[in-house]
């Protein structure tokens, strides 16, 4: 037999009159960051504590200009704790798994009400040792803060395009805190491995990168590394390009030159996005 509440429910959804919030990624929307820290699966896996972060000592980057958010595995319990084994093992490698949570919490007005929370993957270029996810969670404060919702609004982010995760307002009851947001799940990581660990970029528009790269039409540049200049390889019709910090962070831009001038930047990896007349392609390189 259903209970009063379910019926109640249903037949406010069937005359309309449920609220509905339709939220799509936003990086000015309030974002929270928290840490859960583990020993590796291959040492026990145990819990060892959780605590708020600072979104940016995550490894989570917000740019509201692009509103973007790019997600990295994290750095900086490595870099700031040099031979500490909590941190670091005998061989230098990381010695924590770290589930970084970047999320909002919209409050009170969201309970009761349907929720869709969605987004745009830009690009994804993270290292396969590590697991993004994106959800919807109802922390229940009075058992332990534990998901309401059992995860079953967890889902691993795809590499490329449009996301998406739902709840109804009846999941979403009166005194849970609801939560929407990102996980990074893997090894606290050595910073001098930024460049190869890569990163995911999330967004609120539908990138033509996507498309493009079904399309496989080549793209690439030489020399790669480079140390002055580099050259956009390509059938396609060049119209631009952007070069980007491994951060997502646009350093400059140009029409049509398919000859780009990368001597003041400084050693590391970069991206240059590439826009011809059949889409738009991210390329990887290095300057010496």
Do not use: H
Request: include cysteine; glycine fraction near 8%; charged fraction near 20%.
């Amino acid at each position: 037999m259903k209970s009063i509440l379910s019926i109640c429910f249903a037949l406010l959804a069937a005359t309309g009159l449920v609220a509905q919030n339709d939220v799509v990624f936003d990086a000015s929307a309030g974002w929270i960051g928290f840490m859960n820290v583990s020993d590796l699966p291959e040492n026990g896996g145990a819990y060892q504590f959780g605590s708020a972060w600072e979104v940016s000592a995550l490894k989570s980057t917000l740019d509201q200009t692009e509103n973007t958010l790019v997600l990295q595995p994290n750095f900086n319990t490595y870099a700031d704790n040099p031979g500490d084994p909590f941190w670091i093992n005998a061989d230098g490698e990381g010695n924590k798994q770290m589930e970084a949570l970047t999320f909002v919490e919209p409050g009170e007005t969201f309970n009761g009400s349907d929720l869709t929370f969605s987004g745009v993957v830009q690009s994804y270029t993270l290292s396969d040792d590590y697991e993004v996810k994106y959800f919807i969670k109802a922390l229940d404060p009075n058992d332990g803060f534990s998901d309401a919702l059992d995860g079953s609004k967890v889902f691993e982010l795809p590499e490329s395009g449009e996301f998406s995760v739902s709840a109804t307002g009846m999941e979403l009851a009166a005194g849970l805190i609801i939560q929407y947001g990102f996980s990074v799940t893997g090894r606290n990581a050595n910073p001098a491995n930024e460049a190869e660990l890569g990163s995911v970029q999330i967004g609120s528009e539908v990138s033509s990168v996507n498309a493009f790269q079904t399309l496989e039409l080549p793209v690439s540049v030489y020399p790669n590394p480079a140390t002055d200049m580099i050259t956009i390889a390509t059938d396609a019709q060049v119209e631009s390009y952007r070069v980007a910090s491994i951060t997502g962070q646009t350093l400059f831009s140009g029409q049509t030159d398919r000859n780009v001038d990368v001597a003041e930047l400084a050693a590391g990896t970069y991206f240059i996005t590439v826009v011809a007349k059949e889409g738009t392609k991210v390329v990887k390189f290095t300057k010496r």
